[in-house]
C-alpha cells in the first residue's frame, strides 16, 4: 500500500498530464527530490499490483504517467484516434540529428542533410518532438533545437545517454570499414 | 550504360542519391572517382527530368559541385585543392551515411506513439500569473534576437569593460609607492610578503615589474628572500 | 483484481481525458455497455483498495476517471509552481514582439521569428502577460494580441512607452554608427 505522499505524487502526475519536474512535484508534496526519485520503483510496484494499465515513466529529470503501450489498440479504437502514422525517413533522420548534437540550429541539420528541412522541423516541432532550446552565440543568433521529454517517451529512452552508440568517430573513419560501423543494441 | 529510372522522392536529397549510386556501382566511398559519379550523378537527373520529377534546387547544386571537383582534377596544379574538396565530399557523405544508419535504427526503436497521456486538468482555481521582476532591457534584448539582429550589434554595457579599467588601474608606479611605503615602514619585508595583498594577476605582476624598478635603481636591494630597504641620499630626488 | 476489459476501460479513460461515453468505452473493450455500468462500483472498489488517488465518475451515460477532491490543493500547488519558471527565450522573443508592435496577430509574430509560435502565445495567455485585443479587419479577421497590466507590473515598466527605445529602422541600420544606438543604462 502506498503512503499518503505516494498518492499525492500519483494525483499529482494524474492531473499534470504532461512530463513534471521531479523538483516540481517533490515541493509540492514537501519533500526530497532524492525521496520522490527513491518512491519510483515503490508506485511502479503499486500501480502493477493493483493492475492499474499506467505506467510511471521517469524521464530526464521529469516523471510522466501514461498507458501502458498494450493498451493503445484499445484507446485508439475508443477515442478514434487516428492511427499514427510512422514517422517518415526525413523526420527520422532530422530527429537523429538533433538528438546526438543538441543543441542545434537548423542550418546544421540542413548541413548535414544536404536540403533544407525546415518544413520538417516544424512539423516535429508539432508533434512535441523537439522543441526551442534558445539561441546559440553566432552570427545571426540562430535558434537552436533540443530534443523533448516526449521524444523520449515515444522512443523508449529515460534520457539522452541511452541513445544507440554511434558508429566510430569521424576522424578513425578512414581505418574503420563500413562492415564495422554497425549499431549497438540499446541496451 | 543501364537505365535508371527514379520516383520522386525517392531520395531525400543529392547526398542520398549520391549514396545511392556509391552503394549500386560498389565504389568505396573512400576512394571516389569522380568522372564516374559525375557521369551516373548526370544521368541520374536527366532520367528524374525526363519523368517530368521536379528537381530540387540541392540536386543542381551537388551537380555543379560535382562538376568543379572533377574540373579542379584535371587541371595541372591542382592537386591540394582537388584533394580537399574531394576529402570534404567524402566526409560529408560519411556524416550522413552515419545519419541514415541512426535514422534508421531509431526509426526501429520507435514505440509508434503507444503510450498514451492525458491532457492537462483544467482546473478553475489555479493562478498561473505570472509574478517575476524582469528588467524592461530583458524584452528589448529579447526583440534584438527575434528580428535577428542579436544583441551584439548593441553597444556593449559598461560593465563589461568593468574587468579591463579594473586591470588598468593597477599601474606599476603605484606599485611602486606601495612597495615603498611598505619598506619604509618595516625597513625590510619577505619577497613574498610583497605579493600578499596582491588582488588578482595584473596586480601581481604590476608589484613585480614595480620591484624590478626598484632594484634597478638600487632603491632596494635582495638579500635571501628578503628585500631590503636603502637608505640613499637619492631617495628624495626621486620622489 | 480487475480484468483485462476492466483495465481497457481504465486505460481509455485516462487517455480520454474528459468524461467518455459508456456506449463508445463498451464498444471499444466489445461488450454491451449494462456491462460497463455494472463494472462501476468493482473499478471504484479496486481504485478504492489499491490507494490510488482516482475516483470514477459516472455522469449522463458518461465515465470519467479523475483525481479525488481531496487531493486538488497539492495539485494546485504543483500546477502553480510551474507558473514562475522563468520565461524561455520563445517566450521572451513573442511577448517582446507583441509588446513592441501591439496588437498583433500571432501570425505577424511567427512570420518575425520564422518559426512556429502557437504554443508560446497561449502560454504567455495562461500567464496573464498578454490578452486578446479584439480582431483586426484583415481577410478571416485574424486575433489580436496586446501586453496586459500584469505585463507592465512584471517588467517595472508604467506604460508601455517607457520600453527602451528601439535603435533606428532596419533600412539605416547599415549606416548607423553604434555609438548612435540610443540606449540607456539597464539599472
New interface residues.
Partial sequence: ??NPLQ??I???L?????A?EIS??A???ETEPEMVVKWVPKLRE?LQ???????L?ELDGKL??????E??P??Q???ELRR?Q??S??A??V???V??NQPVTRSFVEQ?????SSGVV?SL??KGLVE?A??LEL???P?AYKTTANFL????LENIGQL?K??PA?NT??ETS?ET?D?EE?T | MEKLSFHAGDF?????LLLHLIAKHKMD??DIQISDLLEQYLSAIQSMQEQDLEI?S?FLE?ASRLVYLKTVTLLPRHEEESAKLKQELQ??L??????????????R?????????????K?EAVDMTYTLQHSPYKIYYAYQ?AI?????KLPPPAQAFSGIVARRMVSVKSRIIYILKRLYQRGKDSYIGLFEESDGRGEIVATFLALLELIKAKRVTENGGQIIFQHQQRTEERT
Same sequence: chains 1, 3.
Fill in positions: 500500500m502506498i498518492k499525492q500519483l494525483a499529482i494524474f492531473a499534470g498530464g504532461d513534471v516540481r512535484v515541493q509540492a508534496v503499486a499490483e493493483s493492475g492499474m494499465p499506467f505506467e515513466l510522466q504517467l501514461c498507458t501502458a503501450p493498451y493503445a484499445v484507446i479504437k475508443a477515442l499514427n510512422p514517422l525517413q526525413a527520422l533522420e530527429l537523429a540529428i538528438a546526438y548535414i542533410r544536404g536540403v533544407d516544424t516541432e508539432e526551442e534558445g539561441r552570427p545571426g543568433r535558434i517517451r515515444c522512443f523508449g544507440p554511434l558508429p569521424k573513419a578512414e563500413l560501423t549499431l540499446p | 531525400e536529397g543529392p547526398l542520398d566511398i573512400r530540387a540541392e551537388m566526409g560529408q560519411l556524416e550522413y551515411q552515419v545519419c541514415k544508419m541512426v535514422a534508421m535504427e531509431l526509426g526503436q520507435s514505440k509508434g506513439f503507444s503510450r498514451f497521456v492525458r491532457a492537462p486538468a482546473l534576437d535577428g539582429r542579436g544583441r551584439r
